[in-house]
């Protein structure tokens, strides 16, 4: 339908208060859709990682907010010569806020040498020498620089913790760009107050081979008696645990995708029906030269779909650009959902719209094939 462009443009043209509002409303329902995708995604990516079903988190027993977790430090020793497990880390977290927060401040505090060979950390600024030497030295996620508007060289201070920022970093897994690492002894003692010797959660890496839920049923058996008990699960479903409330309403608003697909729908099958009574006439003429009903169903159709890929296009445009640099995140108890964007969710965003486009000229379509060229030219004079 290459050929019929310049005519649909020039309806367009003829109607352009009509087509601007058409497609400035899908651009805003898909801007939407955009937004609510990379939340779902950010969920998925976090709760369903490959490396975190393989990953145990050890934290104190009937505790949520990381400050409330106290294990014993030495905790370590034993969990390490457990079968199967290939290094344990020692954790220390503080945070700004435990409940839900789009500006949730998250420090995690372990040892440099645990840090560097546990994480996959590109240093866009700053270096891992310079971190090593700073007792208060601490690498900053890029989301988190960019929203606070942190530089290496640059103290700041958060929840009473003052640190000196010494790296910037980028990470595969996009959460972890919402966090401040530091050292685990200087967050100990961060605050006033001297906490060395505990720490909030262990991180036990396994080995392949390892049964998961048998290892943590291990680590539990162990400490029940013992002077802190623990509950021990595997890293995704740990986060999916303290994300429960949040992902609840994360599913609820999925439904909010559906009602954007649906109001662009039904937008576009408003306007594209408007056109079709519009230009009837015009539709009689098409039939007269020679072009048969079903290329007027083609024509109708093609209508529908550019206006509702303009629309999302521009939205999802708009969608990815403003999710690439505002950096938005959601942490509810140390835990961060990420919000970013991706190719797979501009492509899905993309094929809504022309799927959309398509359904919405199917009616008007047939309502203009059908039309006959008699009845066509009556109504029109």
């Known amino acids: 339908?290459?050929?019929?462009?310049?005519?649909?443009?020039?309806?367009?043209?003829?109607?352009?208060?009509?087509?601007?509002?058409?497609?400035?409303?899908?651009?805003?329902?898909?801007?939407?859709?955009?937004?609510?995708?990379?939340?779902?995604?950010?969920?998925?990516?976090?709760?369903?990682?490959?490396?975190?079903?393989?990953?145990?988190?050890?934290?104190?027993?009937?505790?949520?907010?990381?400050?409330?977790?106290?294990?014993?430090?030495?905790?370590?020793?034993?969990?390490?010569?457990?079968?199967?497990?290939?290094?344990?880390?020692?954790?220390?977290?503080?945070?700004?806020?435990?409940?839900?927060?789009?500006?949730?401040?998250?420090?995690?505090?372990?040892?440099?040498?645990?840090?560097?060979?546990?994480?996959?950390?590109?240093?866009?600024?700053?270096?891992?020498?310079?971190?090593?030497?700073a007792d208060d030295g601490a690498l900053v996620g890029q989301a988190v620089a960019n929203r606070r508007n942190l530089s290496v060289g640059k103290k700041f201070t958060i929840n009473e913790v003052t640190v000196l920022v010494t790296g910037v970093f980028q990470s595969p897994t996009t959460a972890e760009e919402n966090l401040i690492y530091t050292h685990l002894d200087f967050l100990q003692r961060a605050r006033g107050q001297n906490s060395v010797g505990t720490v909030t959660q262990m991180e036990v890496h396994l080995s392949d081979d390892a049964d998961v839920d048998h290892v943590a049923a291990t680590i539990d058996a162990h400490y029940r008696g013992g002077p802190v008990a623990t509950t021990t699960r595997t890293k995704g479903m740990f986060q999916a645990d303290t994300l429960a409330d949040l992902a609840e309403l994360i599913g609820f608003i999925h439904y909010l995708g559906y009602a954007c697909v649906g109001l662009v729908l039904a937008?576009?099958?408003?306007?594209?029906?408007?056109?079709?009574?519009?230009?009837?006439?015009?539709?009689?003429?098409?039939?007269?030269?020679?072009?048969?009903?079903?290329?007027?169903?083609?024509?109708?159709?093609?209508?529908?779909?550019?206006?509702?890929?303009?629309?999302?296009l521009l939205g999802i445009g708009a969608g990815l650009v403003f999710l690439s640099f505002t950096g938005l995140a959601v942490a509810a108890e140390g835990v961060t959902i990420s919000f970013r964007p991706s190719m797979d969710l501009a492509i899905t965003g993309a094929i809504v719209s022309v799927v959309v486009g398509v359904l919405a000229g199917i009616i008007p379509g047939i309502q203009a094939a059908r039309t006959k060229i008699v009845t066509a030219l009556r109504q029109a004079g």
């Open 1 to 133: 339908m290459f050929q019929f462009l310049p005519y649909l443009l020039k309806g367009f043209w003829g109607h352009r208060a009509r087509a601007m509002l058409t497609v400035s409303g899908t651009a805003v329902a898909l801007f939407v859709f955009c937004f609510v995708s990379a939340v779902q995604d950010g969920l998925l990516r976090l709760t369903q990682d490959k490396q975190a079903q393989r990953t145990l988190v050890v934290f104190q027993e009937n505790r949520f907010c990381p400050t409330s977790s106290r294990l014993p430090q030495d905790y370590t020793k034993h969990i390490a010569e457990l079968p199967s497990v290939t290094g344990v880390i020692p954790i220390k977290v503080v945070t700004n806020n435990c409940r839900a927060s789009l500006d949730a401040i998250v420090f995690q505090g372990m040892p440099a040498e645990k840090l560097r060979s546990s994480r996959e950390l590109n240093l866009t600024a700053g270096s891992w020498s310079a971190f090593e030497g």
């Open 267 to 312: 937008l576009v099958a408003t306007t594209t029906v408007m056109s079709v009574q519009d230009r009837i006439k015009e539709h009689g003429v098409l039939q007269t030269i020679g072009l048969r009903p079903n290329r007027i169903f083609r024509l109708i159709v093609s209508e529908s779909t550019l206006l509702s890929t303009a629309g999302g």
